[in-house]
Nanobody, 124 residues
């Protein structure tokens, strides 16, 4: 069982930066693949980034590649999403998720545990 709580969202101007954090509790965090997803109003939830349990392998959606960076600190049971060069189209609720798989999945249905989400709003 893994419980996830996101923080760090807010309102930022286009071109700005935010760092999201996801604090996890539960004995299996350090062995869980972690992912960030986002859901804009009226749209499907989409994959943003994922990282393996060791932090050695990461995958990014094409729309955020080169601007966002996912990382994790297993000693702190926390996963991060550093977002630079934010655009208005990045506006969404961002969710942290944990998977029991051994590889990063981009399909949201392969993630078992979810946080409550944090709002990110980028103004133009």
């Amino acid at each position: 069982q893994v419980q996830l709580v996101e923080s760090g969202g807010g309102l930022v101007q286009a071109g700005g930066s935010l760092r999201l954090s996801c604090a996890a509790s539960g004995r299996t965090f350090s062995r869980s693949v972690m992912g960030w997803f986002r859901q804009a109003a009226g749209k499907e939830r989409e994959f943003v980034a994922g990282v393996t349990w060791s932090g050695s392998d990461t995958i990014y959606a094409d729309s955020v590649k080169g601007r966002f960076t996912i990382s994790r600190d297993n000693a702190k049971n926390t996963v991060y999403l550093q977002m630079n060069g934010l655009k208005p189209e990045d506006t969404a609720v961002y969710y942290c998720a944990a998977s029991n798989l051994a590889r990063v999945a981009t399909n949201r249905y392969e993630y078992t545990y979810w946080g409550q989400g944090t709002q990110v709003t980028v103004s133009s």
